[in-house]
Protein backbone atom coordinates (compact mmCIF):
# COMPACT_ATOMS: atom_id res chain seq x y z
CA UNK A 1 0.00 0.00 0.00
CA UNK A 2 1.31 3.73 -1.11
CA UNK A 3 1.04 6.28 1.09
CA UNK A 4 0.02 9.80 0.07
CA UNK A 5 2.24 12.85 1.53
CA UNK A 6 0.58 16.21 1.90
CA UNK A 7 2.58 17.30 -1.54
CA UNK A 8 1.37 14.97 -3.63
CA UNK A 9 -2.45 15.28 -1.95
CA UNK A 10 -1.72 19.06 -2.52
CA UNK A 11 -1.00 18.34 -6.14
CA UNK A 12 -3.58 16.27 -7.05
CA UNK A 13 -5.88 18.93 -5.31
CA UNK A 14 -4.94 21.52 -7.22
CA UNK A 15 -4.62 19.44 -10.90
CA UNK A 16 -8.42 18.49 -10.01
CA UNK A 17 -9.38 21.97 -9.57
CA UNK A 18 -8.10 23.11 -12.69
CA UNK A 19 -9.99 20.46 -14.42
CA UNK A 20 -13.51 20.89 -13.25
CA UNK A 21 -12.94 24.77 -12.97
CA UNK A 22 -14.51 24.91 -16.89
CA UNK A 23 -17.17 22.81 -15.37
CA UNK A 24 -19.57 26.07 -13.76
CA UNK A 25 -18.64 28.28 -16.84
CA UNK A 26 -22.54 29.43 -15.71
CA UNK A 27 -23.21 28.78 -20.08
CA UNK A 28 -26.64 27.18 -20.19
CA UNK A 29 -28.08 28.71 -16.69
CA UNK A 30 -30.25 31.58 -16.25
CA UNK A 31 -27.48 34.02 -14.77
CA UNK A 32 -28.05 36.48 -17.23
CA UNK A 33 -31.73 36.28 -17.16
CA UNK A 34 -31.32 37.29 -13.11
CA UNK A 35 -28.55 39.80 -13.76
CA UNK A 36 -31.36 41.60 -16.47
CA UNK A 37 -34.18 41.48 -13.89
CA UNK A 38 -31.61 43.10 -11.68
CA UNK A 39 -30.59 45.59 -13.71
CA UNK A 40 -34.17 46.63 -14.66
CA UNK A 41 -35.10 46.93 -10.82
CA UNK A 42 -32.21 49.15 -10.41
CA UNK A 43 -32.58 51.45 -13.42
CA UNK A 44 -36.12 51.50 -12.11
CA UNK A 45 -35.18 52.81 -8.41
CA UNK A 46 -32.63 55.31 -9.80
CA UNK A 47 -34.86 57.28 -12.12
CA UNK A 48 -37.46 56.97 -9.32
CA UNK A 49 -35.83 58.08 -6.69
CA UNK A 50 -33.69 60.57 -8.62
CA UNK A 51 -35.59 61.43 -11.52
CA UNK A 52 -32.80 64.01 -12.84
CA UNK A 53 -31.11 60.74 -13.60
CA UNK A 54 -33.54 60.20 -16.41
CA UNK A 55 -32.54 62.77 -18.33
CA UNK A 56 -29.13 61.89 -18.38
CA UNK A 57 -29.75 58.31 -19.35
CA UNK A 58 -31.80 59.86 -22.14
CA UNK A 59 -28.43 61.61 -23.25
CA UNK A 60 -26.23 59.00 -22.79
CA UNK A 61 -25.16 56.29 -25.52
CA UNK A 62 -25.32 53.72 -23.08
CA UNK A 63 -25.71 52.58 -19.19
CA UNK A 64 -23.16 50.11 -17.56
CA UNK A 65 -25.58 48.66 -14.37
CA UNK A 66 -24.00 47.00 -11.63
CA UNK A 67 -27.13 46.70 -9.36
CA UNK A 68 -24.78 45.18 -6.12
CA UNK A 69 -21.32 45.51 -5.61
CA UNK A 70 -20.38 44.48 -2.10
CA UNK A 71 -16.79 45.28 -0.56
CA UNK A 72 -15.02 44.54 2.59
CA UNK A 73 -11.68 45.46 4.43
CA UNK A 74 -9.64 44.96 6.86
CA UNK A 75 -6.33 46.28 6.20
CA UNK A 76 -6.35 44.62 2.77
CA UNK A 77 -9.92 45.07 1.16
CA UNK A 78 -11.59 43.64 -2.37
CA UNK A 79 -15.11 44.07 -4.21
CA UNK A 80 -16.73 42.31 -6.45
CA UNK A 81 -20.25 42.93 -8.43
CA UNK A 82 -22.11 41.89 -11.93
CA UNK A 83 -24.21 43.62 -13.69
CA UNK A 84 -25.34 44.56 -17.79
CA UNK A 85 -24.11 47.20 -20.59
CA UNK A 86 -27.42 48.59 -21.73
CA UNK A 87 -27.55 50.22 -25.50
CA UNK A 88 -30.47 52.09 -26.17
CA UNK A 89 -32.40 49.80 -23.80
CA UNK A 90 -31.03 46.66 -24.84
CA UNK A 91 -28.72 44.38 -22.84
CA UNK A 92 -25.47 43.85 -25.60
CA UNK A 93 -22.99 42.48 -22.51
CA UNK A 94 -22.60 41.51 -19.05
CA UNK A 95 -19.50 42.92 -16.90
CA UNK A 96 -17.89 42.01 -13.68
CA UNK A 97 -16.27 44.75 -11.06
CA UNK A 98 -13.00 43.73 -8.80
CA UNK A 99 -11.30 46.02 -7.21
CA UNK A 100 -8.86 45.62 -4.56
CA UNK A 101 -7.35 48.02 -1.71
CA UNK A 102 -4.57 48.24 0.82
CA UNK A 103 -4.46 50.83 3.36
CA UNK A 104 -6.57 52.13 6.98
CA UNK A 105 -9.86 50.52 6.30
CA UNK A 106 -12.23 48.07 7.92
CA UNK A 107 -15.55 47.10 7.16
CA UNK A 108 -18.00 46.29 4.35
CA UNK A 109 -20.44 48.16 2.14
CA UNK A 110 -22.78 47.40 -0.31
CA UNK A 111 -24.09 49.31 -3.18
CA UNK A 112 -25.14 49.71 -6.94
CA UNK A 113 -23.65 52.29 -9.32
CA UNK A 114 -24.61 53.13 -13.30
CA UNK A 115 -22.13 54.31 -15.54
CA UNK A 116 -23.63 56.63 -18.22
CA UNK A 117 -21.35 56.76 -21.37
CA UNK A 118 -22.16 60.55 -22.76
CA UNK A 119 -20.15 59.57 -25.93
CA UNK A 120 -19.86 57.21 -28.96
CA UNK A 121 -16.40 57.58 -27.98
CA UNK A 122 -16.26 56.69 -24.70
CA UNK A 123 -18.73 54.04 -25.03
CA UNK A 124 -16.41 52.39 -27.92
CA UNK A 125 -13.33 52.60 -26.32
CA UNK A 126 -15.19 51.07 -23.10
CA UNK A 127 -16.32 47.39 -25.35
CA UNK A 128 -13.38 47.14 -27.34
CA UNK A 129 -10.87 47.42 -24.18
CA UNK A 130 -10.17 43.86 -22.48
CA UNK A 131 -10.61 45.45 -19.17
CA UNK A 132 -11.63 48.69 -18.36
CA UNK A 133 -10.57 50.87 -15.19
CA UNK A 134 -11.96 53.80 -14.52
CA UNK A 135 -9.91 56.67 -14.08
CA UNK A 136 -9.50 60.77 -14.94
CA UNK A 137 -12.56 60.73 -17.39
CA UNK A 138 -14.95 59.62 -14.65
CA UNK A 139 -17.15 62.06 -13.11
CA UNK A 140 -19.36 61.52 -10.22
CA UNK A 141 -22.59 62.60 -9.44
CA UNK A 142 -24.09 62.60 -6.27
CA UNK A 143 -27.01 63.34 -4.37
CA UNK A 144 -28.04 66.09 -2.03
CA UNK A 145 -29.67 66.70 0.76
CA UNK A 146 -32.90 66.68 -0.99
CA UNK A 147 -33.00 63.56 -2.89
CA UNK A 148 -31.61 65.35 -6.43
CA UNK A 149 -28.96 64.83 -8.27
CA UNK A 150 -26.62 67.64 -8.72
CA UNK A 151 -27.33 70.28 -11.70
CA UNK A 152 -24.13 69.43 -13.02
CA UNK A 153 -25.01 66.40 -13.99
CA UNK A 154 -27.69 67.33 -17.08
CA UNK A 155 -25.28 69.92 -18.84
CA UNK A 156 -22.16 67.88 -17.97
CA UNK A 157 -19.75 67.55 -20.56
CA UNK A 158 -17.54 64.37 -19.59
CA UNK A 159 -17.33 61.08 -21.38
CA UNK A 160 -18.74 58.91 -18.11
CA UNK A 161 -20.74 59.85 -15.50
CA UNK A 162 -20.65 57.65 -12.83
CA UNK A 163 -23.75 57.78 -9.95
CA UNK A 164 -23.06 55.62 -7.04
CA UNK A 165 -26.48 55.33 -5.07
CA UNK A 166 -28.14 52.62 -2.31
CA UNK A 167 -25.23 52.64 -0.14
CA UNK A 168 -25.44 50.01 3.12
CA UNK A 169 -22.80 49.52 5.34
CA UNK A 170 -20.17 50.66 8.02
CA UNK A 171 -17.01 51.29 5.12
CA UNK A 172 -16.58 54.99 4.43
CA UNK A 173 -16.94 56.69 1.24
CA UNK A 174 -18.14 54.76 -2.17
CA UNK A 175 -15.90 55.40 -5.09
CA UNK A 176 -15.08 53.74 -8.68
CA UNK A 177 -11.64 54.11 -8.70
CA UNK A 178 -9.12 51.11 -8.84
CA UNK A 179 -12.38 49.09 -10.36
CA UNK A 180 -11.49 47.28 -13.14
CA UNK A 181 -15.17 45.84 -15.45
CA UNK A 182 -14.40 42.66 -17.40
CA UNK A 183 -17.01 41.19 -19.63
CA UNK A 184 -17.98 38.25 -18.66
CA UNK A 185 -20.59 35.16 -19.88
CA UNK A 186 -23.02 34.67 -17.22
Request: glycine share 14%; charged share 15%; with cysteine.
Amino acid sequence: MTQLSRRSFTLAALAGAGVTAACGNGIGTNSASKIDARVDATLNHLYSKYPNARAVGEKSNGQLVMPLVTEAGFGFGGGYGRGALRVNGTTVDYYSATKGSFGLQIGAQQYAHVLFFMTEDALSRFRHSSGWAAGADVEYAFNDLGENMRAETTTSTAPVIAVIFGQAGLLVGATLEGVKYTRIIP
